[in-house]
């Protein structure tokens, strides 16, 4: 069975802090996914990589996959409270296998 | 923009009651899947679908079944509602394909069983 960890598990930091999330998964996969969701609300796409060091920014989040390592990353730049969220990452091996998610708090 | 509508964002049942979940999706994806969502457990896919009539086990089905006679719509039946079945129930939908295929998500539908 495929296994997807992420930490932290929770994650507060001031805002104007830089942190990153990490995603480590368990076996070969052919694409790795990030995913947000804001409280009470469903998850919506962030990122997508599709092959051994690709690498996505948008805004202040970035994105990379190391497909050698089984690792993603997602880096934030200089937090915002509007990036207050839960973070899931997922890969994607004939089925799609989600971790546990990060739950980020930006504090002012 | 693909929307995925699910029919009930909360509901309360009572143990032993059979409950129906809806999901449809307007932009003609081949694959619908079924999540729960519970609290440092992740997304946990409980059933999918490749196409029409065709249905998979994901790694939780028991206590599930489901649905799908047209192409749009995916449901999620619990023959007999139990206390351990109160969650969060994700609908997504994606296209087949050697693409990106991205799961897009329905809103959720909150369930409590009492």
């Known amino acids: 069975e495929l296994k997807v960890e992420q930490n932290p598990l929770f994650l507060s930091m001031q805002e104007g802090k830089n942190y990153t999330i990490y995603c480590n998964y368990s076996?070969?996969?052919?694409?790795l996914y990030w995913y947000r969701q804001d409280p009470g609300k469903s998850l919506e796409s962030l990122f997508v990589?599709?092959?051994?060091?690709a690498v996505k920014q948008e805004g202040r989040l970035m994105a990379s996959l190391d497909t050698k390592a089984r690792l993603s990353t997602l880096h934030i730049t200089a937090a915002v409270h509007d990036l207050s969220a839960t973070y899931f990452c997922?890969?994607?091996?004939?089925?799609?296998?989600f971790g546990t998610g990060t739950s980020l708090t930006v504090i002012p | 923009d693909v929307k995925v509508t699910q029919s009930s964002r909360y509901l309360v049942k009572r143990t032993g009651e059979k409950v129906f979940l809806e999901c449809v999706q307007d932009?003609?994806?081949?694959?619908m899947f079924w999540y729960r969502q519970d609290p440092g457990l992740g997304l946990r896919l409980i059933y999918f679908s490749y196409d029409v009539k065709m249905k998979e086990k994901g790694d939780i089905p028991e206590g599930y079944s489901v649905s799908r006679e047209k192409k749009e719509r995916f449901s999620l039946i619990l023959e007999s509602a139990s206390t351990n079945q109160t969650s969060m129930y994700l609908c997504?939908?994606?296209?087949?394909?050697?693409?990106?295929?991205?799961?897009?998500f329905g809103a959720g539908s909150r369930l409590t069983v009492l």
């Open positions: 997504a939908s994606s296209l087949s394909g050697s693409g990106a295929n991205v799961l897009t």
């Open positions: 997922a890969v994607h091996r004939n089925q799609f296998y």
């Open positions: 932009m003609d994806h081949e694959n």
């Open positions: 076996t070969t996969s052919d694409r």
């Open positions: 990589l599709l092959s051994n060091g």
